[in-house]
RNA sequence: GGACGAUUGGCUCAGUUGGUUAGAGCAUCUCGUUUACACCGAGAGGGUCGCUGGUUCGAGUCCAGCAUCGUCCACCA
């Protein structure tokens, strides 16, 4: 007890964040609550509860966490937490992505900038140990991030895409896909990126709007439009579409001989293909089979020759000729010279717009080639459950089934549009870090297994697998798998996957491949895509705009309960967030307001009273001391309570959010409050205050924690307390009459109104004439204390108004607040006319409304509705006009 | 070239299945230090919901078209 009051005197006029987060991280993370095992050990959870599980979308190692990260850790938290505090096994499994490419690329640079060398400088094995201790360190790092973010992650069951686990799982997964066909072996046209060396998949490329020269040189008899000439060397295919009737004289198959071309005659035959877009420059072209998927295709369909122009550092090779070994871009100018010289060319577009597929990490030109790669065969077809399928029909039917929702829905579309047009996944990398292929060669043989072979000669695959290989996994070898353990059995399939609608098709869709692959089993039941975090002028947060705002930095200044707060409130599912620092100022200010109702309760209640839990039952069992206002406060609480819980558990964390920030400040702070102070019922006061501590903590747990300590003691915790029960508060509150707290809410507006209107310092206490029913309850103590009154008299329905004053009317009740001395007739006739307009026009659309088709064919009830409001309308203006009336002249 | 999304007071956004006179936060203006809070309190002003049609008794909400912005997808050589 002395503790406490200490500790209450403590409490400092303003919430000071810094002061508490980390002493009541490290307390909650030291409870081991954060763990369900625990939570059924010491009894918070009952072991047969439903369980409520997600993975964290694992940050990669290639850095630090920025807002989307914050964002999202806020969102997830939430619903861990009030999935905690409702008695679920609540899981949430921590860990962190490799992100091969990046984080390699990331060292790569470091590497060349601080010691001037390459990867190839180091050799493989020191250079991954410099990838292993940076990686390493961001992990660190990442690890401390969330932590300040108030994540209540089981840090006992953290993961990492590389660790030993995860690397079992990643081979098993891989040999039992070569061992079924779905994992082939092939020569196929990749994306090559020969800034970085390696394959990337198609998900991966982003096409970059470029202006270029478009040529259309003489080909034979034909005209051919290229924007790269310097793959051209090799062309010694036209086609053109069967139907075109310009070219009718040709036919497939056809030999051209004699034709004239960059480095001496070839002769070209003539291939009739659909694909051709016969709108399109001439409408005949060459192909460059081993340089453009497109080509790619026609020269499969046709078997055509296939031959490589471009090496894989980018250097043309032999077939052109003198030009061989030049870069591509170099050559470009050099070869159209040429070709003009020969008179090839036959006029240029230099304004000629057209997409360049690039890197979407590094911004690298990919040049498409034809190299042997592993792939993940997506129409491949397959037995399962007695039926044959493929990989894409998994994927589909997860979502259409209906079994794994999308939120937004929208989102739906976009993904089976993405399906419909997948290709082979290229999954194997020609970088170091990573998962290497688990296949090893010797004398032409091939062995694919979880462990290398027993015996000596055998060479494995220098390659390393897709960073989105080992995340597909992620739901179940976060959980144990290939192991069948307690952990996969009880949290399988996962409860929601929150993560960014950007990676949708990198790490969602591949996690319900891999689910429904390996285990037969959606990887989760919703999946919950969240914007992204923009600056104020909605451009991305980057490091060269210099708009990047860093969670942390937020964190100390304003708290991280306002920071996530901030990042949940005003944000949709699927849309972007625009977020700027007054924003999270708005909710430094809230996280402060909520403070300070704390220090209020403590300060005007007793602690006997305020260190103890108060239930609902205590409440409805004292239900005859219960005040007007007491009813009041706790019927819309109950609402609250029940509209909290169905927007959070709809997804809905905006809505909730703001649901509880009017609740806690329009209405408990302005008036319930301020009615304390008068009335004093400080059971009511403490227990409306407890709830909103249960109610708010998934939203911002540090600064109700700490209140909630206050209140209660250390020795407490709310994180594992009870959410409060929308039906039970329903059942005890839901029918409280507020009616009469309402009326007396509406006469302090009244009277606050007219002083203002007539300039009237608060320091003047008024007199008020109320005119009502005699039963009807006026809260005098309440209209004095809030209105600034002296004294309240009550007169007759009938009497006649006191002079010099200004009125008020509501429903059967008249106010007249005494101005004497003050009163400018002028100015109140005007409040009225302007006041009887406006019920005057309402009266009159209304009216129009009702004697229109709307009373025959709206349904009945509305009518009613309507034909009340327009009573009322018209007795209040009636009311009006006879207080205008009244005026002197 | 397709698809999707956005367009609501100065700014950022809500608005669930169409049903009172469209809400909030920030900003603005006026007043104010009443011992929880100036990171505050009280009051006020401000929107014909992008445009044009349609469906309906009734449309911010549903339908069609258009405009502007944005995102994703796409093999126009």
């Known amino acids: 007890m002395r503790d406490r009051l200490d500790n209450m005197k403590e409490l400092s006029k303003a919430y000071n964040p810094q002061e508490h987060e980390d002493t009541v991280y490290q307390q909650w993370e030291s409870s081991g609550f954060f763990n369900p095992d625990t939570c059924i050990d010491k009894g918070v959870t009952q072991p047969d509860a439903p369980y409520f599980s997600l993975v964290l979308p694992p940050p990669n190692v290639t850095g630090t966490l920025h807002l989307g990260h914050a964002s999202m850790l806020a969102v997830e938290d939430i619903m861990v937490r009030y999935h905690r505090m409702r008695g679920y096994r609540t899981l949430w499994i921590p860990g962190t992505d490799h992100a091969a490419l990046a984080t390699q690329e990331k060292v790569e640079r470091l590497l060349w900038h601080d010691e001037k ?35 209540s992650l089981d840090w006992s069951r953290e993961a990492y895409t590389l660790d030993n686990k995860r690397h079992e799982a990643v081979y098993t997964a891989f040999k039992k896909m070569f061992s079924d066909g779905i994992i082939y072996r092939g020569a196929r046209i990749v994306n090559w990126d020969p800034r970085f060396q390696t394959t990337v998949s198609d998900d991966e490329l982003e096409r970059k709007e470029e202006r270029a020269s478009f040529y259309y040189l003489k080909y034979g008899p034909f005209e051919i439009g290229t924007a790269r000439p310097e793959t051209k060397f090799g062309d010694k295919y036209i086609v053109m579409h069967p139907d075109d009737e310009r070219y009718a004289d040709y036919t497939h198959g056809q030999v051209i001989e004699n034709i004239e071309w960059i480095n001496g005659v070839i002769s070209a035959m003539v291939i009739k293909d659909e694909v051709v877009d016969m709108n399109f420059g001439t409408g005949v072209m060459t192909i460059t089979p081993w340089h453009d998927a497109t080509d790619f295709d026609i020269a499969q369909r046709h078997n055509l020759d296939k031959e490589q122009v471009i090496d894989y550092d980018g250097k043309l090779l032999p077939i052109a000729g003198e030009f061989s070994g030049m870069n591509i871009s170099d050559a470009r100018d050099k070869i159209v010279a040429k070709l003009r010289s020969k008179g090839l060319v036959a006029r240029v577009d230099e304004n000629y717009v057209h997409n360049i597929a690039v890197n979407s990490r590094g911004e690298g030109v990919i040049e498409p080639q034809i190299k042997e790669q592993w792939f993940v065969d997506v129409n491949k077809e397959f037995e399962r459950n007695g039926t044959k399928t493929t990989l894409k029909t998994l994927m589909q039917n997860a979502v259409r089934s209906g079994d794994v929702s999308v939120i937004p829905s929208r989102f739906e579309k976009i993904y089976f549009h993405w399906i419909d047009n997948l290709r ?42 897709d960073t989105w290989f080992s995340s597909g996994l992620w739901t179940f070898s976060t959980l144990g798998w290939p192991s069948d353990t307690p952990d996969l059995q009880t949290y399988h399939p996962t409860s929601v996957l929150e993560t960014g609608y950007d990676i949708l098709f990198f790490w969602v869709a591949r996690m319900i491949l891999m689910s429904m692959y390996l285990l037969d089993e959606i990887p989760f039941r919703a999946t919950y895509l969240h914007g992204l975090v923009r600056d104020e002028q909605g451009r991305k947060m980057s490091k060269s705009l210099g708009n990047v705002i860093n969670p942390l930095d937020m964190n100390a200044l304003y708290g991280t309960d306002a920071v996530r707060l901030s990042l949940v409130i005003g944000s949709t599912p699927g849309s972007d967030l625009r977020l700027g620092e007054e924003k999270i100022a708005s909710f430094r200010n809230f996280t402060n307001k909520l403070w300070n109702i704390g220090r209020y309760v403590m300060h005007a209640v007793d602690s006997e009273t ?102 209660l003691g250390t020795e407490h915790m709310l994180m594992t307390e009870q959410y409060p029960n929308a039906k039970k508060f329903h059942s005890s509150f839901g029918s409280f009459e507020t009616f009469s707290f309402e009326n007396t809410v509406a006469l302090v507006s009244a009277i606050r109104n007219i002083r203002s209107t007539y300039r009237i310092a608060p320091s003047e206490l008024l007199t008020v004439t109320i005119a009502t029913n005699p039963n009807t309850v006026i809260h005098n103590d309440i209209i004095c204390r809030l209105g600034r009154i002296a004294s309240v008299e009550r007169i007759g329905l009938n009497d006649s108004a006191p002079e010099n004053s200004a009125s008020f009317l509501s429903g059967d009740l008249k106010m007249h607040v005494h101005l004497s001395g003050v009163v400018d007739f002028d100015a109140e006739r005007s409040r009225l006319d302007k006041e009887i307009a406006s019920v005057e026009k309402y009266i009159s659309g209304l009216s129009s409304r009702l004697s229109g088709p709307f009373a025959q064919k709206a349904p009945a009830h509305v009518v009613a509705k309507e034909r009340e409001s327009l009573s009322d309308a018209q007795s209040r203006l009636s009311q009006l006009v006879s207080e205008h009336d009244s005026l002197p002249v």
């Open 117 to 151: 060398k390459t990867r190839h400088d180091l050799g493989r094995d020191a250079f991954l140990k410099r990838v292993e201790q940076f990686a390493q360190n961001s992990h660190d790092t990442i690890v401390n991030q969330c932590k300040k973010m108030g994540a």
């Open 424 to 465: 082979d996944w290229c999954i194997s990398r020609q970088i170091w870090f990573g998962h290497r292929v688990p296949v090893w060669y010797r004398n032409g043989e091939v062995y694919c297994d979880v462990h290398p072979p027993e015996n000596d000669g055998w060479v494995q695959d220098p390659d390393t697998l």
């Open 610 to 711: 305020f260190s103890q839990k108060i239930s609902v039952d205590e409440i409805g069992s004292v239900t005859d001391d219960l005040s007007d206002a007491d009813r009041w406060i706790l019927h819309k609480l109950s609402r609250t309570v029940s509209d909290v819980s169905l927007h959070i558990d709809a997804f809905r964390f905006s809505q909730a959010g703001e649901v509880l920030r009017d609740f806690t400040w329009n209405t408990f702070a302005d008036w319930y409050v301020e009615v304390h102070k008068i009335e004093k019922n400080d059971y009511v006061l403490t227990f409306v205050f407890q709830t909103l501590l249960r109610l708010w903590h998934p939203f911002m747990p540090f600064v109700t924690e700490t209140l909630w300590q206050s209140l």
